[in-house]
């Protein structure tokens, strides 16, 4: 079987026109803030890309691209400005923040119905609640991309290979509440072959070029490759050893082109819905 190339390009424009749209309709434009500290250039290109995406959908946008030797208080007193600007509805802070800043309190400071990026505990308590919130970006994107496919979890058979706090553990609940049967691996499992050779559904967000192999992967499974890698030519890949695992798959999502582009179509929508949620 030749899979099909899940198209995350094509997907996140129409969403974004989508975002386009309904924006253009509103008195009052939603705004997100984008805070980066230090120098580190992978950052900026992704700063400047939010900002892109934000002009392109009609949102407004602010970075503060704040220096490596920012104090813990200053990062807080900013966050407190943003947190109380009726301007702004969404904050992103790009983490990991440098060694002298604490991750969780920058993250907790941050308002939950202004955390588009899904950092505060309580986004996560949501998700596992199945409440209505805000949702991560990456994982909300997968289950556009499935959606749009007309694949439906339920009853499927999901393994998610990774467990971290803003990508594995949130889609695994993700798909939980999608009516799947959700196996989480990670380093400490002992048959990750055996486990993803049973997946329907194989979500894959380990950062490890070529740990999906072909023989992992059950045949008409759909693959979705979260992991962004470089190969030995410095060229883009997922964790999937992609012509092989296509051999084998109904459905993938290709590194780029995949989950990346519809990822930051999530960003915007969750800045439009909090715009929505703070009465805009
Ligand atoms: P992370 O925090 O490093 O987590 C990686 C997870 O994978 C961990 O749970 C780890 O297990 C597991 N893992 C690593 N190697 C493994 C192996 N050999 N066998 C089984 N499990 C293994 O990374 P992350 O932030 O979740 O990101 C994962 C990947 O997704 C990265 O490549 C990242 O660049 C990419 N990503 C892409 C997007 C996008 O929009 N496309 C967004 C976010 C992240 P342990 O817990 O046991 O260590």
Not at 103 to 129: F, T
Not at 177 to 183: H, L, P, R
Request: net charge negative; charged share 25%; hydrophobic share 40%.
């Amino acid at each position: 079987m030749a899979a099909v190339a899940m198209d995350g390009k094509a997907l996140a424009a129409r969403l974004k026109e989508e975002i386009r749209q309904q924006v253009e309709q509103m008195p009052v434009k939603p705004g997100l803030a984008v805070v980066l500290v230090g120098e580190d250039p992978a950052s900026r290109v992704y700063v400047r890309g939010r900002k892109k995406d934000c002009t392109l959908c009609g949102i407004y946008s602010e970075e503060y691209i704040l220096p490596q030797e920012t104090s813990q208080e200053e990062l807080l007193d900013l966050i407190d400005l943003l947190n109380g600007r009726e301007d702004i509805d969404g904050i992103l802070v790009q983490f990991p923040l440098p060694d002298h800043l604490d991750n969780r309190v920058v993250q907790l400071a941050i308002r939950p119905d202004k955390d588009v990026d899904c950092v505060h505990p309580a986004s996560m308590g949501y998700i596992v609640l199945g409440e209505e919130s805000l949702r991560p970006c990456t994982p909300s994107g997968v289950m556009r991309l499935l959606s749009e496919y007309g694949i439906d979890p339920t009853g499927k058979h999901c393994v998610v290979v990774g467990r971290s706090n803003i990508v594995g553990k949130p889609q695994a609940m993700m798909m939980l509440w999608e009516d799947a049967t959700v196996t989480v691996c990670h380093t400490k499992t002992v048959d990750l072959a055996g486990e993803c050779r049973r997946a329907d559904i194989l979500i894959t967000a380990a950062g490890q070029r070529g740990l999906i192999t072909g023989d992992m992967v059950k045949e008409g499974a759909v693959v979705i490759d979260i992991a962004v890698n470089r190969d030995e030519n410095g060229q883009l890949c997922g964790d999937a050893v992609y012509d092989q695992v296509a051999e084998k798959a109904s459905y993938i999502t290709p590194v780029p082109g995949g989950v990346g582009p519809v990822t930051r179509a999530m960003l915007m929508e969750n800045t439009f819905l909090a715009a929505r949620r703070h009465g805009k």
